[in-house]
């Protein structure tokens, strides 16, 4: 998978580039199958996880206007970029693998290969750039989502929407936006990568490309698990405006 | 625009026949037919133990961590460290582990269960079941069901212990702001049985979907090794929009108008 990664970073950033066509289709298609599951979970993750857990201590307080604080924690750093990876490993990475899987079955792949056409910079290079771009774009819809959620949260308790404006934008900063957007850069890669080299590795007929998206999706989830914790260890560490008492 | 609404209008397409499926293998359960394969039951629950209960604990263990430092940093944020373990206890057993249980079945056991079934259907493996007098809904989806009932109950219990051990190490020993005894007086004080059973019930309903989801897309497959792989990913999908809406459901049901926290009266 290493050797995959790569190959597939040379080859997009070295001449020539035939993958454009290709790139834009693949961009659509993620954006059209992720676009309703993303909302529809992370609106949901928000609503039950932070809105009515946090919504219904904080009640106990009466301090229910902290809410949008709270939501800068959860909403932006964690579940909107964890939402989003899950949501695109899920739909486009297991997607990704059952088409390379498909080929690579019916021979198509080495086909390709006789042809003189490079499989890793005519089929990963471009799902990995669109897998990127898509998943840091898909982030931005996560965290709008998450935040309407919240508002619907301190609707359901009859509370003013000014105490959470208030909160949320005193504590969100720079840096939070930028680390959760390039995290989910992060995890577009990671995940385009292990389905594609899953996908270009199944054998053994139709028990083997089920078999691909079942372990590409296992080790999708537990790296981007994985990576998330590292990285946002390191970016709490790193940047102690984060941990100011607003 | 027609293609921006695939995805919803394949739900609404399948949605009725994965709950008719589903409560066809339900009722082959209850009726006791099942019981003729209780050996298959018991095999299928063996392979749920052996084969995933590993991979489970790590992405547990692994959501814990993430609880943890999130809580430890927030809490701190506002200016109380020492209250690290509320946010670990409700972050861990009411919605962390049953959203990283449901995300991981789903991942693992129910893609699994599509793969394996899909391919036996693609290699007309179900049809000679049923020449040879055996029902294949009972010997392959009623087994299955039964045997994550049999096994996962107890999966979930072992990692709600290392979810808890994992956000212990990440708040007391990575972060560091509060002390041991001071973060499991606030932990243990912020739950109580009730809550197990309720999370208990939420992750339990979560896993049946997922097992039926995977049987059903499984049981249906066609088209060829192509047709194998969509179902898989087809069932992901919906697996995991499932367990977004069954969870917060729980959390409605359970803790929407009680937050059954020792605070005030």
């Known amino acids: 998978m290493m050797i995959l990664t790569v190959r597939t970073v040379i080859s997009a950033v070295r001449s020539p580039y035939p993958y454009g066509e290709e790139l834009v289709w693949q961009f659509l298609f993620v954006l059209r199958l992720s676009w309703f599951p993303l909302i529809v979970s992370t609106f949901a993750l928000n609503f039950g996880a932070p809105g009515l857990q946090a919504a219904g201590i904080l009640s106990l307080f009466g301090a229910l206007d902290r809410l949008g604080g709270f939501f800068v924690v959860i909403a932006i750093r964690w579940v909107g970029p964890l939402v989003t990876a899950v949501v695109v490993a899920g739909v486009a990475g297991t997607a990704i693998t059952a088409d390379l899987g498909a080929r690579k079955i019916r021979e198509e792949l080495d086909a390709l290969q006789v042809l003189g056409v490079d499989p890793v910079k005519n089929l990963v290079v471009p799902r990995f750039l669109a897998l990127m771009v898509v998943t840091a774009l898909l982030d931005i819809f996560a965290i709008v989502t998450g935040l309407s959620a919240g508002i619907a949260a301190e609707l359901l308790y009859h509370q003013p929407l000014g105490g959470f404006f208030a909160t949320l934008f005193t504590n969100a900063t720079i840096t939070d936006l930028w680390s959760s957007v390039l995290m989910c850069t992060m995890f577009g890669a990671i995940v385009a990568v292990v389905c594609s080299y899953k996908g270009m590795s199944a054998s053994g007929g139709a028990a083997g490309v089920g078999r691909a998206v079942n372990q590409a999706v296992v080790i999708a989830l537990v790296a981007v698990f994985f990576f998330q914790f590292v990285v946002s260890s390191v970016i709490f560490a790193t940047n102690p405006e984060l941990q100011a008492v607003r | ?265």
């Not at chain 2, 990692?159 to 702001?177: C, F, K, P, T």
């Open chain 2, 1 to 265: 625009m027609n293609a921006w609404l695939e995805v919803p209008r394949g739900w609404l397409d399948s949605f009725g026949e994965i709950g008719r499926f589903g409560v066809r293998v339900a009722g082959l359960i209850y009726s006791g037919r099942v019981f003729k394969f209780f050996g298959e039951s018991l095999r299928q629950a063996g392979i749920l133990i052996f084969g995933s209960a590993l991979i489970i604990w790590a992405f547990v263990f692994i959501l814990g961590l993430q609880c943890g430092l999130q809580g430890a940093y927030f809490n701190r944020s506002i200016g109380a460290p020492s209250l690290s373990g509320l946010f670990s206890a409700y972050c861990d057993l009411r919605e962390g582990l049953p959203y990283a249980f449901g995300y991981i079945l789903s991942a693992k056991v129910g893609t699994g269960i599509v793969a394996e079934l899909g391919a036996m259907r693609i290699s007309d493996e179900i049809d000679a079941l049923e020449v040879m007098g055996i029902q294949p809904m009972t010997f392959l989806c009623a087994t299955r069901l039964l045997g994550a009932w049999i096994a996962l109950p107890f999966l979930y219990l072992v990692g709600i212990g290392l979810i808890y051990s994992a956000s212990y190490l990440s708040v007391v020993q990575q972060v560091g702001d509060v002390s041991s005894g001071g973060y499991l007086l606030i932990f243990w004080m912020y739950q109580s049985p009730p809550d197990l059973i309720f999370s208990l019930i939420k992750g339990m309903v979560m896993a049946t979907v997922i097992v039926l989801v995977g049987c059903y897309y499984g049981y249906t497959a066609s088209g060829g090794p192509v047709g194998v792989g969509t179902a898989t990913a087809k069932s992901m999908v919906f697996n995991i929009v499932a367990v977004h809406i069954l969870g917060m459901l729980g959390t409605l049901i359970f803790w929407g108008s009680n937050p059954r926290a020792p605070i005030g009266g």
